[in-house]
């Protein structure tokens, strides 16, 4: 069974950067979309970026132009470069492959005003 497992989260300050990565147990991201969900306390999970098996991204409105979504097949990780962070970054982010169901236990990420 394939795992995810993301790390990068930090405590960060309003207008920084971070970057989450995602490592598969397997090689799973050449056939495979990718995405990056995240949950901010007391609100509903919520979908930030997509990368599909050909390398195509798609963002949503909220990060469009501040976050990158990558990844690196001979690795096995997918990348969520974050900058111009803001308070409303604030939340759990979580990797995850649609097609089989399958999602990491998540990394916080804070910023501070």
């Known amino acids: 069974q394939v795992q995810l497992v993301e790390s990068g989260g930090g405590l960060v300050q309003a207008g920084g950067s971070l970057r989450l990565s995602c490592a598969a147990s397997?090689?799973?991201?050449?056939?495979?979309?990718m995405l990056w969900h995240r949950q901010a306390p007391g609100k509903q999970r919520e979908w930030v970026a997509t990368?599909?098996?050909?390398?195509?991204?798609i963002y949503g409105d909220s990060v469009k132009g501040r976050f990158t979504i990558s990844k690196d097949n001979a690795k096995n990780t997918v990348y969520l470069q974050m900058n111009s962070l803001k308070p409303e970054d604030t939340g759990v982010y979580y990797c995850?492959?649609?097609?089989?169901?399958?999602w990491g236990q998540g990394t916080q990420v804070t910023v501070s005003s």
């Open positions: 990368i599909t098996y050909t390398g195509s991204t």
């Open positions: 995850g492959v649609p097609r089989i169901g399958t």
């Open positions: 397997g090689s799973i991201f050449r056939a495979n979309t």
